[in-house]
């Protein structure tokens, strides 16, 4: 199975979390499909470009999206003054004309919010008697079709219909375990601790149940207590004493949890850098974090690979979908 489909699989679970919905919602990430006997959920999922941070006590007095309202982190804001019918009738106007006025689609798609797109959607139907997705999917094509149906589609159907497709490329059946709150670190450490350094082999189960069924601020004190009692980060552990697939995704959800921002600016960058650009990468993570935390993720890339994801895009991408995208991020600063 190709990363692209790991990276959405992960980017769903994270997203139910740090999104801020309530805790019940982080049952999900404890979909035991992922570690199934078959271990079906990577194949080529390579992250290991850049190393991060090991200075774990700070982890646990920087912001997490649990506690932060990231709405104002997001590079799209509610459009004031906002009309509608004015933009449904614009959009008509650029689909209905002779050629699709393509720049009238992404720069009012680009510029409103999801909510007000949902608003343009209705009145859009209640004038042409036409859903806003059937046209752009009947006057658009590839890339640019994408990721504007992607712009209008409301958020939790989005994040489903991502994931619904990745299970779909090996036909998996979700398996949903709720997460595990313990007043107590110590012996989540220490049976980490046990299960792997301490041992002769390693028993995968132990790591699996526990970044499965723990919070985000539980598995960072746990991973701040890990490093104390071992002398190693976990991520190095599962690194030495895991392969394959397993680790792979193992190292994603630490990743995950020190910084999703910073986790997601690395699958941006691979999805540019690697062999050819990952367009579908580049829109889920674009088009899904525009209105959270898509200026946290901006600022880690910049900081991570010292150049601004801004000129990456302009650089890796052509066309339409190249437009839209930089619509949606917007340049540094702004």
């Known amino acids: 199975m190709s990363s692209v489909w790991v990276s959405a699989a992960v980017y769903f679970i994270f997203t139910l979390t740090i999104s801020g919905l309530s805790d019940s919602t982080f049952t999900f990430l404890a979909l035991k499909v992922i570690f199934t006997e078959d271990n079906h959920f990577s194949e080529d999922f390579v992250l290991s470009i850049f190393c991060f941070q090991d200075d774990l006590d700070l982890l646990l007095d920087s912001p997490s999206s649990l506690t932060v309202n990231s709405t104002v982190h997001g590079t799209i804001k509610e459009k004031p003054g906002f009309n509608p019918g004015e933009d449904a009738a614009a959009l008509r106007k650029a689909i209905e004309g002779i050629g699709t006025t393509e720049k009238t689609l992404i720069d009012i798609l680009t510029q409103r919010s999801n909510a007000q797109r949902q608003l343009i959607c209705k009145a859009y139907q209640d004038a042409t008697g036409r859903t806003l997705c059937d046209d752009l999917e009947g006057d658009t094509r590839g890339d640019l079709e994408g990721i504007l149906v992607a712009l209008i589609t409301p958020p939790a159907k989005f994040d489903c219909q991502e994931f619904i497709g990745a299970i779909k490329v090996h036909n998996w059946e979700p398996k949903l375990f709720g997460y595990q709150h313990s007043s107590s670190i110590f012996p989540t450490v220490q049976i980490l601790y046990e299960a792997g350094e301490k041992k002769w082999g390693t ?22 207590e890990y490093k104390s009692l071992s002398g190693k980060t976990l991520q190095e552990s599962i690194e030495r004493e895991m392969s394959g697939r397993l680790e792979d995704i193992l190292v994603a959800i630490v990743k995950c949890v020190k910084s999703v921002p910073a986790y997601l600016a690395e699958r941006l960058y691979k999805s540019m850098k690697g062999a050819g650009t990952t367009e579908s990468t580049l829109t889920r993570i674009i088009v899904g974090r525009s209105e959270v935390d898509l200026q946290d993720i901006k600022a880690e890339y910049k900081k991570l690979f010292g150049t601004s994801l801004y000129s990456d895009i302009e ?7 190249r437009q839209t995208l930089l619509k949606i991020c917007g340049e540094d600063g702004k």
Do not use: M, N
């Not at 189960?205 to 701040?224: G, N, Y």
């Not at 650089?315 to 979908?321: A, I, K, L, P, V």
């Open 315 to 321: 650089s890796e991408t052509s066309g339409d979908f």
């Open 203 to 224: 028993d995968e189960s132990k790591f699996i149940d526990i970044l499965c069924h723990r919070s985000v601020p539980q598995l960072r004190q746990t991973l701040v």
